[in-house]
């Protein structure tokens, strides 16, 4: 019964204090505003009649203006958005700095204060650290979904694939039926699944989700990531259609789910019809929010198309637009080499060099840092193989990437996000002066037909390949 409540009305103190998630405030609106940013980041959905995270955000701050967990939210979503540096930000690190300081001058619960630590790490680039922290706090508050999620994207930032499936395998049992969210948890717990390759569990899982609540597009998101690991495009081109009215309100995802369904189509070769979901559903919604996962994929598809030899018009130049201000932020690889991709579509010159130097110079120092301490060995020599890939240099491309394509996990993103730098690997290859090179590329092109069969973008490769072979 009162979990069936929570789920119509939003937690007030006691409620949160019954669930055993007791929040350090006396207003019951700054509880309530909590839950409903909670709720819309766990669902991916600005839900315009609670006002949007944003504005929920202000006025969580002005009901309670030292309430510890409202600033652990507010500083978490600006750091796992991986948009805004605290080297360069110093709105945001004084707002890390004050929720420290703030943590300090009140008695809190141990969760709370954990919640804190780990934004503190995170902050500082300790990423694992941070985790590590979230993972202490669900061993004795299972159903904290503040930790899960954050865990949960923070795990996916790391490549840590087996991490973010069994982190949710493991507070599984107490996400009873009862438990506001709970179908969303199953969601989290079928990407994990299909990260690992475990498809046929992640799609049941995912299924069951959607069968509780259709309007769970991470869930969908699931779904679409197994039919293209599977190769199964028909299906996934089905799928995405028949669901679309579900999950196309989910702001956050939105944009990536299209993303999704136009890959189907690259892999198909139909390269206008992908270009029409770009123009209308990824490019238009990308410039207004802003979010990196939006720009990543904008910057993913065109690279992508681009390497089919597909003409983008001034498309490049309008993305330029939106990545070149995070030229110098450096916060995760993933994201960097995503930027540097539209800044060498564009031909910007100057801002792919200064990407370059900006990221060396870091990279000599990391100190805490866990993203740059990757960098020299797998960010730079990556960011390296696009640029000498651009500028004809196939064979130096191919030398740079084949001897880290399995250590790139690292970098994090998904195995479907990651596999651009499979592609441009294959492509360098078969464009290499040397036969050896162009030898690879057939065993590479070997090697991804096995793992996904009848995939209508690698036979075309294999034809091609077959092609520069008999030339040579
Ligand atoms: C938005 O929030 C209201 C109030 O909690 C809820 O009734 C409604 O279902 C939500 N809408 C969406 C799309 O999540
Ligand atoms: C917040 O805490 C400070 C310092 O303890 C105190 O002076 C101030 O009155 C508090 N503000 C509110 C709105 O509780
Ligand atoms: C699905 O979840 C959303 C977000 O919490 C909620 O607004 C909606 O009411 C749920 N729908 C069902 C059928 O439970
Ligand atoms: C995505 O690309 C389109 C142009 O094709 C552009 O209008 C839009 O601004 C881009 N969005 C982002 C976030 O880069
Ligand atoms: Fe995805």
Redesign the pocket.
């Known amino acids: 019964e009162s979990a069936s409540r929570a789920r119509l009305c939003l937690f007030v103190v006691q409620a949160w204090q019954d669930a055993g998630l007791v929040l350090s405030t006396s207003s019951n609106e700054a509880c309530k505003l909590f839950d409903a940013v909670l709720t819309q980041y766990a669902?991916w959905?600005n839900?315009e009649?609670?006002g949007g995270i944003e504005e929920c955000l202000s006025k969580l701050k002005a009901a309670d203006p030292n309430f510890t967990m409202g600033h652990v939210l507010a500083n978490g979503l600006e750091l796992i958005g991986t948009g805004r540096s605290v080297r360069l930000d110093r709105e945001l690190g004084s707002a890390v700095t004050a929720m420290v300081a703030l943590s300090k001058a009140q008695p809190l619960t141990e969760r709370e204060r954990l919640h804190v630590s780990a934004l503190d790490v995170f902050a500082r680039g300790q990423l694992p650290k941070a985790c590590e922290l979230w993972e202490q706090i669900l061993q004795s508050h299972p159903t904290d979904l503040l930790a899960l999620k954050f865990s949960h994207d923070t795990y996916f930032y790391l490549g840590y694939q087996r991490q973010m499936r069994d982190s949710v395998a493991r507070v599984y049992p107490f996400w009873t039926p009862d438990v506001p969210l709970s179908s969303y948890v199953k969601g989290y717990y079928s990407f994990g699944l299909v990260e690992t390759n475990l498809y046929d569990r992640a799609e049941k899982v995912a299924h069951e989700a959607l069968a509780i609540n259709q309007?769970d597009a991470w869930s969908v998101h699931t779904i679409a990531h197994v039919n293209e690991m599977k190769a199964e495009v028909e299906k996934g081109l089905k799928f995405m259609k028949e669901t679309e009215k579900n999950w196309k309100?989910s702001d956050m995802l939105a944009c990536h789910n299209y993303w999704h369904w136009a890959l189907y189509y690259i892999e198909k070769g139909e390269y206008e019809a992908a270009l029409t979901i770009y123009d209308k559903h990824i490019a238009p919604v990308c410039l207004a929010s802003g979010s990196i996962l939006d720009i990543v994929d904008n910057c993913s598809m065109l690279y992508r198309l681009h390497l089919e030899g597909v003409k983008l018009g001034d498309r490049w130049n309008d993305l330029l637009g939106v990545t070149k201000k995070h030229t110098k932020d450096h916060i995760l690889l993933f994201n960097d080499v995503h930027y540097l991709m539209s800044f060498l579509g564009a031909k910007d010159h100057k801002t792919t060099e200064e990407l370059l130097t900006t990221l060396q110079e870091l990279a000599r120092a990391p100190h805490e840092d866990h993203q740059l301490s990757l960098a020299p060995h797998l960010g730079l020599p990556l960011c390296q193989a696009f640029v000498e890939f651009e500028n004809g240099n196939c064979d130096k491309a191919v030398d740079l990437l084949y001897p880290i394509r399995y250590e790139l996990v690292q970098v994090g993103g998904s195995d479907a996000q990651r596999d651009v730098f499979s592609l441009l690997l294959i492509h360098a290859a078969l464009n290499s002066k040397s036969e050896t090179k162009r030898n690879l590329a057939r065993c590479l092109l070997h090697e991804r037909d096995l793992l996904r069969p009848k995939s209508p973008m690698t036979e075309r490769l294999i034809r091609k390949a077959a092609a520069v072979h008999s030339m040579a």
Do not use: C, E, K, P
Request: aromatic letters at 0%.
């Open positions: 669902t959905t839900n009649s609670l309007t309100s």
